[in-house]
């Protein structure tokens, strides 16, 4: 009996949250003028352009994860929060976390009102858009903020005092940790899911990323991480200290990656014979 009125007072507190976001979706010129500095790029239209260069995403090549063991175990269990996902390079991570994304965007079996946020940031060395951890925190707050506009409160508090220069000048880190943990730490958040790609990528504050991720990846079960990075023994310190953590090895997976890309060459090349 307590379980279920529990389960009826959840659900009436997402609906209530919901109502919230409903009512602050129409943002304010100042609202604007905050998101347009705060965004730097935006993570939707680099993953569509990574899946393009790297000739589209094929569900066959990952659809295999979802029934991996650790993954299973991330996505259902309250006491996994933060799965690492590592391997060596050309081994598709970058391709299998796109793919993931998609599934937690469509996948509401287990929502109310649907109400979920899935914000993800892609990082590239060779971009200076992307290749570092103050670009991965505006990124993951512009795609939470769009989600869940009320949460924007909390970049307007700083916003309104300190302008653009907040996200730009040498204090950035420090501001944007500051509002993104505060984001997290919102009692009306939704249940949220974060992923980033190619931690071995971020050029720059590495270290300040790792250490974020591994503290606030055991703040609530609300929020889940994914990550994923070559297998870097510098990566696996920094992220040891994290307490609720699976990892999954690509390299314990062969069979399945081989599968995944036998898959992708037939359909390329069965692809390539249409257009003949």
């Not at 649907?114 to 892609?122: L, T």
């Not at 501001?175 to 790609?197: E, K, M, P």
Request: hydrophobic share 35%; proline share 3%.
């Amino acid at each position: 009996m307590t379980s279920h009125l529990e389960q009826a007072a959840s659900r009436l507190e997402d609906l209530a949250s919901h109502a919230k976001d409903q009512q602050a979706q129409q943002l304010s010129e100042k609202d604007k003028q905050c998101l347009k500095h705060l965004r730097h790029t935006n993570p939707r239209d680099d993953k569509a352009r990574i899946e393009r260069t790297k000739g589209g995403l094929l569900q066959d090549s990952y659809r295999w994860i979802l029934g991996n063991p650790e993954f299973q175990r991330w996505r259902h269990q309250p006491d996994s929060t933060l799965l690492w996902i590592k391997g060596d390079p050309g081994k598709g991570k970058t391709m299998l976390l796109c793919g993931i994304i998609d599934e937690l965007v469509q996948d509401r079996s287990t929502d109310e009102c649907h109400c979920r946020n899935v914000a993800y940031f892609f990082c590239q060395a060779t971009d200076s858009r992307i290749n570092n951890a103050t670009s991965a925190l505006r990124g993951l707050i512009v795609l939470l903020v769009s989600q869940q506009p009320a949460l924007l409160s909390h970049v307007r508090v700083e916003y309104d005092s300190a302008g653009e220069s907040l996200f730009q000048d040498a204090n950035a880190w420090d501001a944007l940790s500051r509002i993104f943990t505060n984001i997290l730490q919102d009692r009306d958040i939704h249940a949220t899911f974060l992923v980033i790609d190619a931690l071995d990528e971020c050029v720059t504050g590495l270290p300040q990323l790792l250490d974020l991720i591994a503290r606030q990846s055991a703040a609530s079960a609300r929020v889940k991480w994914i990550v994923s990075s070559r297998n870097w023994p510098e990566i696996e310190q920094e992220l040891e200290s994290a307490s609720q953590k699976d990892k999954l090895t690509l390299e314990l997976n062969v069979e399945s990656i081989a599968a995944a890309v036998e898959g992708y060459i037939r359909y390329k090349v069965e692809q390539l014979a249409r257009k003949k």
